[in-house]
C-alpha cells in the first residue's frame, strides 16, 4: 500500500462546480503539502498544512491529522482551475508525492 | 519557479552516455530533493540532502549519484544512461525551519536513445 493515496485519479466538472479532492495517507507527517502541476510541468505550492485549514481565493485545503486525511477544494471552479493536483508528505526528512489528480473544468 | 533552477531543460543521450544535471537555489534552503516523474507514476524520489556534504537515498536511487559540495548546488549524475531513464527530472528545495513551503525547478527532459 502506498503512503499517500489521492482520489480521485480523475474529475472532469463544469465551470462553477464546487471541487473535492482527497489524499489519504499512512505514516506520520510533520506537514502535508498541496502542490499544483500545469501542463507543460511547472509544479507550485498551494498550501502547506499541520493542521486544521486553510483558504487562499477559492481554494481551501484542510486536514485531520488524527484520521490521517486531507482535503483540497476549489469554490466556483473555472477553465483555468484545469491542472493536475498533487498531495505531497513531509515527514523524516523526505517529500513523499501523491501520483496527482487530473482536473478537467470544462466551459 | 523563483529561486530554483535546473540546467539543462532538455537534453538527448546515446545510451552509455553520462551527464549531469544541475539544481541551484538562492534561498539558503536546507534540503534539496532530485525526483523523476514518469507517466501515471507520480514523482519518485531519486535521491536526497539535508545538508552540505550530505545525501542519501530515495526510492528509485540506481544509475544515478548525486553531490552537494556547496549548499546551493545539488547535482544529480548519470553514470551510464540507459533508455529507462528517460524522463522528466524535477528538482526541489525546502527549509524547515521556514514557513517550509516546496520550491520547484522547472524540470529537465531527458530522452536516452
Known amino acids: 500500500k502506498n503512503e499517500v493515496e489521492q482520489s480521485p485519479q480523475n474529475l472532469t466538472a463544469q465551470e462553477g462546480e464546487f471541487i473535492t479532492i482527497n489524499c489519504s495517507y499512512s505514516v506520520g507527517i510533520s506537514a502535508l503539502h498541496w502542490l499544483q502541476q500545469h501542463p507543460g510541468g511547472g509544479i507550485v505550492s498551494l498550501f502547506m498544512l499541520s493542521s486544521g485549514k486553510k483558504k487562499h481565493g477559492r481554494l481551501i485545503a484542510t486536514i485531520n491529522i488524527q484520521e490521517k486525511h486531507s482535503s483540497l477544494h476549489i469554490t466556483a471552479s473555472h477553465p483555468r482551475d484545469s491542472a493536475v493536483y498533487i498531495c505531497a508528505l513531509f515527514g523524516n526528512e523526505k517529500l513523499t508525492f501523491g501520483t496527482g489528480t487530473r482536473l478537467t473544468i470544462i466551459p | 519557479n523563483a529561486g530554483v533552477t535546473q540546467t539543462p531543460k532538455f537534453r538527448v543521450l546515446k545510451t552509455g552516455q553520462s551527464m549531469t544535471l544541475l539544481c541551484a537555489q538562492d534561498?539558503?534552503?536546507?534540503?534539496m530533493y532530485w525526483y523523476r516523474q514518469d507517466p501515471g507514476m507520480g514523482l519518485r524520489l531519486i535521491h536526497y540532502?539535508?545538508?552540505?556534504?550530505?545525501?542519501a537515498k530515495g526510492e528509485v536511487p540506481d544509475g544515478y549519484n548525486v553531490s552537494r559540495l556547496k549548499k546551493q548546488n545539488f547535482l544529480l549524475g548519470l553514470e551510464s544512461a540507459a533508455p529507462s531513464q528517460t524522463s522528466v527530472y524535477f528538482c526541489a528545495s525546502l527549509s524547515p525551519a521556514w514557513r517550509n513551503t516546496i520550491y520547484f525547478g522547472e524540470g529537465s527532459w531527458l530522452t536516452v536513445v
Open positions: 534561498m539558503n534552503h536546507e534540503y
Open positions: 540532502s539535508v545538508g552540505e556534504g550530505t545525501t
